[in-house]
């Protein structure tokens, strides 16, 4: 067992929560999601033995929205923001951003302000933050404080949240009717990709003119940086084929990107020039939104809907969580002792003897261990076990009946040929039974979407989707 930490906190309060980051400081990390966390404290990056759970706090759930402003509290996962309608409207290249990111699994437990303080220039809905002018509002017990993301990051993976203090809320500038804006991102792959780059551009239009220009640029900098001598340029002019293609030239310009194993400098700047001169056309076109889907995959039946943050499981005062009581495949478990200083994968391997989940890479890549937590899929090697306090677990084990009887995916797999040697297969079936909870006849685009944060060693993709599309003929979903 890997034990990275040693004290696991839980607070029910945002109060119990400030009083503990008064009182540990830099000697203690905030988690949430986990999807950053948990892989920096495998690598032994900002190592600390105290973790202090925010996820069961209720005043940082949920979105608010009103005519002028989108209001995401600290805890909005990818899928919140994908999900809610205002902010496709009113925050769209923030939308594009977060559908961009990783895979279903990591979209249900990412947050978005987590996103914010890991600070890397190659997190996607930071460039889409600094085009819609986002503020961030900082909270201590010494008060809250607003900031605006410009000046929120100090440098490479630098910002200026003090060690007391956390991202309570983020607050949008809705886009008004005269705005257009839109997400740009380059990657490896069509999933599970760091960006080589991505862009954001937030336009606002006097009838066919730019009256005003936010430009941000991700991957080319040691920070999220503006390109303001394309945005001077655009101010004024309309968006023909001379203005984008100059303003794309200047964009490159303000953009000092370096070589890496994603890309070269000289790619990157080439890349980049020519999709900001893309993506201004559709701008000017009014196209920005072309290929949204109207019902996005989420692998998550909890909610459908952004969270707005029910009492949970949680201690009032904060005091270390010491016993962990779930449910796991409907049984009720209690486990006590160092079940706090792992993940939810090891929780159920090595306490609850359920080997179904497997470890193929620990980082959220592979997918091989996903489960479902309270109806969402998840990346159980990223799921700190102390959040499975107070919730509903089912892995493959468990995604039958009662009697024995195989779910008609598991059934599906074993008839089309599609298990072979069956080490990434839970995870696969436990992504396409849920996709099949949220849609009884998905397409095939939709397939690969539920599927695209799993990884198969014998390369036989062909016949997984043959799988699911034979369950969904069947009447596959199930009750989450």
């Known amino acids: 067992m890997r034990r990275t930490w040693q004290t696991y906190h839980q607070p029910a309060t945002l109060g119990a929560a400030l009083r503990l980051l008064d009182e540990h400081r830099s000697a203690a990390r905030v988690i949430a999601g986990g999807t950053d966390v948990i892989v920096e404290l495998s690598r032994d990056v900002k190592p600390t033995s105290t973790l202090i759970d925010i996820s069961r706090i209720a005043a940082l759930k949920g979105i608010r929205a009103d005519d002028a402003t989108i209001t995401l509290g600290a805890l909005t996962t990818h899928n919140d923001v994908i999900a809610s309608t205002a ?101 490896l792959r069509r999933a599970q990709a760091i960006s080589v780059i991505h862009l954001a551009m937030v336009l606002r239009f006097d009838g066919t003119t730019v009256s005003e220009a936010r430009i941000a640029l991700g991957c080319v900098a040691p920070t999220i940086v503006r390109a303001p001598e394309a945005e001077a340029f655009l101010n004024g002019r309309p968006l023909d084929d001379r203005a984008c293609a100059e303003a794309a030239r200047l964009i490159a310009g303000d953009a000092s990107p370096i070589d890496d194993i994603r890309g070269s400098a000289g790619y990157r700047l080439m890349a980049l020039e020519r999709l900001a001169a893309d993506g201004l056309a559709r701008l000017g076109r009014g196209e920005e939104r072309a290929g949204w889907p109207s019902r996005p995959i989420l692998l998550d039946t909890l909610s459908g809907t952004p969270s707005e943050g029910a009492d949970e499981p949680g201690d009032p005062d904060g005091t270390p969580l010491a016993t962990i009581e779930t449910t796991i495949n ?151």
């Open 87 to 187: 902010c496709v409207e009113g925050a769209f290249p923030l939308a594009q951003a977060c559908l961009e990111i990783g895979a279903p699994q990591l979209r249900t437990r990412a947050t978005i302000a987590g996103n914010l303080v890991t600070a890397s220039p190659a997190n996607d809905t930071i460039s889409a933050l600094v085009a819609l002018d986002a503020t961030l509002m900082l909270t201590s017990l010494r008060g809250t404080r607003a900031v605006p993301i410009d000046a929120f990051f100090t440098g490479f993976r630098t910002t200026v949240l003090e060690p007391d203090e956390l991202i309570t809320e983020i607050r949008i500038p809705r886009l008004s009717d005269d705005q257009r804006g839109l997400f740009i991102k380059l990657g």
């Open 330 to 480: 409907g049984e009720p478990m209690r486990v006590t002792g160092d079940a706090t200083r792992k993940t939810l994968l090891d929780l159920v391997r090595e306490d609850a003897g359920l080997t179904g989940a497997k470890e193929g890479c620990a980082e959220g890549e592979c997918g091989a261990c996903t489960v479902w937590i309270d109806g969402q899929a998840v990346m159980s090697c990223l799921v700190p076990a102390g959040q499975a306090h107070g919730a509903a677990i089912t892995t493959i084990e468990g995604l039958g009946a009662s009697d024995g009887t195989l779910h008609p995916l598991q059934r599906a797999f074993i008839d089309t040929g599609a298990s072979q040697c069956g080490f990434c297969i839970p995870g696969m079936v436990m992504a396409g039974a849920k996709l099949l909870d949220e849609r009884a006849a998905p397409s095939t685009d939709e397939m690969l979407v539920a599927v695209s944060g799993n990884i198969c060693r014998c390369t036989g993709y062909r016949k997984i989707l043959d799988a699911i599309g034979a369950a969904s003929a069947t009447g596959a979903a199930v009750s989450s």
